[in-house]
């Protein structure tokens, strides 16, 4: 436990460069993208079930799908409060959670980053409702499991630098993608457009809070994980 809340010695900034250029080159080349984004489809979809419980809903499964869309079921009341949060959850999560990650590497709390990571893809397995999806999570959370156990302090800083550098950049592009959609005429049953007729406040102005929460992420992430 020592090692797990301890603090571990700062990353050369030339490792913290690297890791956010191959976080990068995982986000923007399309076909590599349509591989990573299923990373930030697990923290879209965790982070509507999380607020699900956390508001007092019955969240009854979470599935992930091959094309990198995901679902999120959970009852309650249709309306109010608690279903605007579940709702808003979404595209706010990757970056969020990129931030978090982002201020305790900050903080040299390299282990329990990873640590916490293995917790949160554990609760999230056993909300998993089709095989596909508990794959994808099996898969990501074993990366963590053996990197945390199994390699020096070196590769583990490298891992979770690039890990955070990735919710951080990742979760800024899913918005755009969102943006180019309903240009087209194509989401119609989105996160904004739910937003919107739960709240009677046009989606635009809840893509545009998608777009401030994960560009002010990557800054004020990006500012953390480079000592600025």
């Not at 489809?41 to 599935?63: M, P, Q």
């Not at 992930?64 to 009341?77: E, I």
């Not at 070196?154 to 890990?163: G, H, N, P």
Request: aromatic share 8%; with cysteine.
């Amino acid at each position: 436990m020592d090692r797990v809340f301890g603090t571990q010695s700062d990353p050369d900034q030339w490792l913290v460069i690297v890791t956010g250029a191959v976080a990068l080159l995982a986000v923007l080349p399309h076909r590599i993208w349509r591989l990573t984004r299923n990373a930030v489809t697990i923290a879209h979809e965790g982070g509507h079930g999380l607020i699900a419980l956390l508001t007092g809903r019955r969240l009854d499964g979470i599935r992930l799908h091959s094309d990198t869309s995901g679902l999120t079921v959970s009852r309650g009341k249709p309306s109010g409060i608690g279903m605007v949060l579940t709702a808003g959850a979404g595209y706010t999560a990757p970056p969020l959670l990129g931030l978090g990650g982002a201020w305790l590497l900050a903080a040299d709390h390299i282990t329990l980053f990873l640590w916490a990571a293995c917790v949160l893809l554990l609760a999230m397995l056993v909300m998993i409702r089709n095989a596909y999806g508990a794959l994808t999570v099996i898969v990501t959370g074993a990366a963590f499991v053996l990197i945390s156990w199994l390699t020096s302090s070196e590769v583990q800083a490298a891992f979770a630098y690039t890990a955070v550098w990735f919710l951080l950049i990742g979760g800024v592009r899913p918005a755009f993608e969102l943006q180019r959609k309903r240009v087209r005429g194509h989401a119609g049953d989105s996160d904004a457009d739910q937003l919107g007729r739960l709240t009677h406040v046009p989606p635009t102005v809840w893509l545009l809070l998608f777009h401030v929460v994960s560009l002010c992420a990557l800054i004020g992430g990006g500012r953390w994980l480079l000592g600025l």
